[in-house]
């Protein structure tokens, strides 16, 4: 049996993966064709009555006739086979390109294990410890984990494998929580409040072999590791799994089910009819409601306050997801949104509140000037359900907000205009961040993500952990993917770092650096060291918001070959260019002075950089505190991990940097701009063929269905399989 992508990986061409400029692909993987040219070629079976098969009767005449026939056309034959072949001899076919050294490592399989193989985290063994690395098996005959293990499955998944409602939520009605915050009410999808907003389930423990990841770690961000999500519990509270005459989607008509009753017994409410949900209201009910949990001036005035003394309000965060007029919404995409809305901002009393910032394309539309120009164009172009949380822009208003000129390009290597979206998305981000001063943060979010787990878990366990982190040595520790069975513990890879920045010839990074300019945007306050970086003690900014939250390391662009690195306006051509910092995927949390200073540069002064390039660079020249979360990342091959931590950490060359050329090495991983395994792996989950693999009757005769921890998989194209 083959392994998962080996057909689409065999194919690979590498020149695709050489930067171009003008018709240069963003999206394109080489060697994925969007699940249409990634076909298994194989001959044709006989078609039925083939031995039966024999010759009409002829006359001579006939015969004499097809004799001659068959003659000419031997010879036509004979003779365009010598010109192939004198063709072969003077222009000889190139060799097939050479597999990446990373091809050579064996696949990883133990993602596919399901949950007839549930362990506990405490008797989990990761494939790992027994798909060596050095082995470099034959990509199509290496045994899965599941072989390996020789499981003896049973028919469906054991008695004590029971799902059971995943809360990640502080306890909203304990003495202690009320001690300190306002009390949550409740909050419900219909008006009448006769709708609760659903639970979702997990499962208890992992699969036996689960793969581990390479990159980040569940314990370091305070994620559960404990537990996993089957396509059931997570998408069934949101349509998956009932008809549409009940308000659902469908889609598990063909879908191995073994179990999934137990899922249904507990889900409270059964069967949401979503049909008749809006959004947009739910939202907005849901904060005025807790209105005094956020606002200071509801909260001093509050019959609550006067009674029992000063309580703490809670920061409001905007979720924004970027999309655009065209944009098709599939089932899964609706009920991811669902998902995000539910579990975001209803659930959570109104901390969160989700948007879709709608790009309209077509710039000949007046959405400014007319209301119901505006609203024609978004119901055409957003399910009903989600017109309340809708906002349009386009690139012609974001010339009238930030008009020209803007001059000083050291490079424009795309060839587009500035204000495109290819070159300009932050404009919009920006542009709506000033309409809702309401907010503190601000995620940027894509389309194209999808998350396994919990996105309030998520979310919120992020944002403690980069709250918790020290400024000291931060940018550098950020420049380096963490690889714990490398680098061991946090803390030790925090003191390596520190290490490498003593011996090391730069100067670490500590407030606002000094550089050259034209004019300046005033650094805010705070942003100063308080002490030299020797005195301080990893103490400053220990209880401090990030400004920026990015889930790729960021790296100076002046050290790679990355195409975009010299996509600077604004910014005087005469003098060096300024210093610069880039974290790939636009993927993000800002803060309201982050978005604040990204406004101002560019209103006041024209400067401007490529989108992944933007935002880090205007964090680091004004001293903000900004990070690299180390979310877990999993590689579908068994890397070498010394050989992982040179190759990503340390190229040799700058031009071989991940974020250059040698990007080639993050196509087998769950999380990158073009990853490959990412997209093959989220659908097998939902359990789709993939490429001839997986699908019910593997599931079924298998070990059932995929269970997952929380991964976060980019980008995601498509999701119905073979």
């Not at 009767?57 to 068959?70: H, N």
């Not at 793969?211 to 559960?224: D, R």
């Not at 209880?543 to 005087?572: C, M, Q, S």
């Not at 205007?618 to 040179?646: C, E, I, T």
Request: with cysteine; proline share 9%; charged share 25%.
């Amino acid at each position: 049996m083959k392994s998962p992508l080996s057909a689409r990986f065999q194919n690979m061409n590498p020149m695709k993966l050489l930067p171009i400029k003008a018709n240069f692909s963003y999206e394109k993987l080489p060697g994925y064709d969007n699940g249409n040219g990634a076909k298994k070629y194989r001959w044709r079976s006989p078609s039925p009555g083939g031995d039966r098969f024999t010759l009409p009767k002829l006359s001579f005449s006939r015969v004499i006739l097809f004799a001659v026939t068959v003659v000419f056309f031997v010879g036509l034959l004979a003779t365009s086979g010598y010109r192939r072949h004198q063709n072969m001899i003077h222009h000889q076919q190139p060799p097939p390109r050479e597999l990446f050294p990373w091809e050579h490592f064996p696949r990883l399989n133990g993602y596919y294990n399901g949950l007839r193989t549930l362990v506990s985290l405490k008797d989990h063994t990761p494939e790992q410890l027994f798909v060596r690395p050095d082995s470099e098996a034959p990509l199509d005959t290496f045994p899965s984990a599941t072989q390996k293990a020789k499981f003896n499955l049973p028919p469906e998944p054991s008695p004590s494998a029971r799902p059971f409602p995943f809360s990640p939520y502080p306890p909203y009605t304990s003495p202690e929580y009320l001690k300190e915050f306002f009390p949550v009410q409740e909050c419900y999808l219909d008006e009448g409040l006769k709708t609760p907003t659903p639970d979702i389930y997990a499962y208890p423990g992992i699969p036996q072999n689960m793969t581990n990841p390479f990159f980040g770690s569940y314990e370091q961000l305070g994620i559960a590791r404990d537990m996993c999500y089957e396509r059931y519990g997570r998408l069934g509270p949101y349509g998956y799994g009932y008809s549409p005459e009940e308000g659902g989607f469908g889609l598990a008509d063909n879908s191995e089910n073994v179990g999934a009753e137990r899922v249904w017994e507990m889900i409270n409410p059964k069967k949401v009819d979503y049909r008749n949900v809006d959004w947009g209201r739910a939202q907005q009910d849901c904060y005025e409601k807790n209105k005094v949990r956020f606002d200071n001036e509801e909260a001093t005035s509050s019959e609550s306050h006067r009674q029992s003394g000063s309580k703490k309000t809670r920061s409001r965060t905007a979720y924004v997801l970027r999309t655009w007029t065209g944009y098709q919404y599939t089932e899964w995409q609706i009920m991811t949104l669902r998902a995000m809305i539910s579990e975001l901002s209803l659930k959570s009393g109104g901390e969160y509140d989700v948007h879709l910032l709608v790009h309209v394309k077509d710039d000949s539309i007046p959405i400014w000037a007319s209301d119901v120009i505006y609203q024609r164009t978004l119901e055409e172009n957003v399910p009903k359900e989600f017109w309340g949380i809708a906002t349009l822009w386009s690139e012609q208003q974001m010339r009238t907000y930030y008009p020209e000129p803007f001059t000083d390009n050291l490079e424009n290597d795309s060839g587009l205009p500035v204000h495109s979206v290819y070159r300009g998305a932050h404009f919009a981000l920006q542009w709506f961040s000033q309409q809702h001063p309401e907010y503190d943060f601000f995620w940027n979010w894509e389309m194209d993500l999808r998350y396994t787990g919990h996105y309030y878990e998520f979310h919120e366990r992020l944002g403690q952990w980069a709250k918790r982190q020290p400024r000291k040595g931060a940018w550098e520790r950020s420049s380096k993917f963490y690889i714990p069975d490398v680098h061991g513990s946090w803390d030790n890879y925090t003191k390596m770092v520190e290490e490498e920045i003593a011996l090391g010839d730069d100067e670490p990074v500590w407030g606002p650096p000094e550089y050259k300019a034209r004019e300046k945007v005033p650094s805010p306050p705070g942003t100063k060291p308080p002490t030299s970086y020797e005195e301080d003690n990893y103490e400053w900014g220990v209880g401090e918001e990030a400004d920026l939250i990015t889930f790729n390391p960021f790296f100076d662009p002046e050290k790679t070959n990355w195409v975009f690195r010299h996509d600077i306006t604004g910014y005087d051509l005469s003098l060096p260019p300024p210093p610069r910092r880039v974290a790939i995927i636009t993927v993000s949390r800002l803060s309201k002075r982050l978005l604040n200073l990204m406004h101002e540069e560019t209103f006041r002064y024209r400067h401007t950089m490529f989108p992944e390039m933007w935002p880090p660079t205007v964090a680091y020249h004004h001293g903000l505190k900004s990070l690299y979360a180390p979310h877990p990342v999993f590689f579908d091959r068994n890397w070498d991990l010394d050989y992982m931590n040179q190759i990503f950490n340390y190229p040799k060359k700058d031009v071989d940097s991940p974020f250059g050329w040698g990007e080639h090495n993050l196509l087998g991983s769950s999380f990158y701009y073009n990853s490959g395994f990412s997209g093959a792996l989220f659908r097998r989950w939902l359990g789709a063929s993939e490429n001839g693999e997986g699908g019910r009757y593997e599931e079924e005769n298998g070990s059932g269905r995929m269970c997952l921890s929380g991964v976060l998989f980019h980008p995601i194209k498509f999701e119905r399989g073979d």
